[in-house]
């Protein structure tokens, strides 16, 4: 499994833009799909978006299309998070988090028990 730490999170005001930065450690990173979720106070983890193992395939919650793009560098072990015309509803604890990919190679963000290794998290706050 892969060991996960997310880095990029901050204070920015509505309408302003964060990049995250997922860093993996361990083998065969490539071979993982990558996903982003995110937790506000008082709700429910909810899948942002992923991405496949070759870029081949990304996946967008209704919320944040347009507005929010993934993507990787295999050589550097890293995904990425562009998060731009940010909400004040944007403002969560972001997780970055790896699925194996054994039952598909197309990457989901409605079955979280797919992804087995999650990132510590990192706080975007949107506001003014």
């Known amino acids: 499994q892969l060991q996960l730490v997310e880095s990029g999170g901050g204070l920015v005001q509505p309408g302003g833009s964060l990049r995250f930065s997922c860093a993996a450690s361990?083998?065969?990173?490539?071979?993982?799909?990558i996903g982003w979720f995110r937790q506000a106070p008082g709700k429910e983890r909810e899948g942002v978006s992923c991405?496949?193992?070759?870029?081949?395939?990304?996946n967008y919650a209704d919320s944040v299309k347009g507005r929010f793009t993934i993507s990787r560098d295999n050589a550097k072990n890293t995904v990425y998070l562009q998060m731009n015309s940010l909400k004040p509803e944007d403002t969560a604890v972001y997780y970055c988090?790896?699925?194996?990919?054994?039952?598909?190679?197309?990457?989901?963000?409605?079955?979280?028990?797919?992804?087995?290794?999650w990132g510590p998290g990192t706080q975007a706050t949107v506001s003014s």
């Open positions: 988090a790896s699925d194996p990919g054994w039952y598909s190679n197309l990457c989901t963000l409605n079955i979280e028990a797919r992804y087995g290794s």
């Open positions: 361990g083998f065969s990173f490539d071979t993982y799909l």
């Open positions: 991405i496949g193992r070759r870029s081949n395939s990304t």
